[in-house]
């Protein structure tokens, strides 16, 4: 099993920055690709960014191009969110997940079936 375990979220202003990190432990070395969701309230979970093991392939949703940066220090087996630019309808609930899939040359999954593993969520609260 793997456990996944988010911090780093809070209140922030409209323009502000945030990093949110996600902390794994357990059998980790089953784990291939991890990514970042978010869901909104009255809406459905929803992919924002994912990150292959090596670190050397991202992918992104088009809402948060450009803004938001994933990347993951393998010795600490933790996985980071950069958040700039932050919007008032960034704000979510913010969840970790960890997945056996590889990702591909294409890219890596967006599709939360692709994700075995998820952490608990931390609120990431935007103001304008």
């Known amino acids: 099993q793997v456990q996944l375990v988010e911090s780093g979220g809070g209140l922030v202003q409209a323009g502000g920055s945030l990093r949110v990190s996600c902390a794994a432990s357990g059998r980790t070395f089953n784990i291939y690709t991890s990514g970042w969701f978010r869901q909104a309230p009255g809406k459905e979970r929803e992919f924002v960014a994912a990150?292959?093991?090596?670190?050397?392939?991202?992918s992104y949703a088009d809402s948060v191009k450009g803004r938001f940066t994933i990347s993951r220090d393998q010795a600490k087996n933790t996985v980071y969110l950069q958040l700039n630019s932050l919007k008032p309808e960034d704000t979510a609930v913010y969840y970790c997940?960890?997945?056996?899939?590889?990702?591909?040359?294409?890219?890596?999954?967006?599709?939360?079936?692709?994700?075995?593993?998820w952490g608990q969520g931390t609120q990431v609260t935007v103001s304008s």
């Open positions: 997940a960890a997945g056996r899939t590889r990702c591909s040359g294409y890219g890596c999954y967006s599709a939360t079936i692709r994700y075995e593993y």
């Open positions: 990150i292959s093991w090596s670190g050397g392939t991202t």
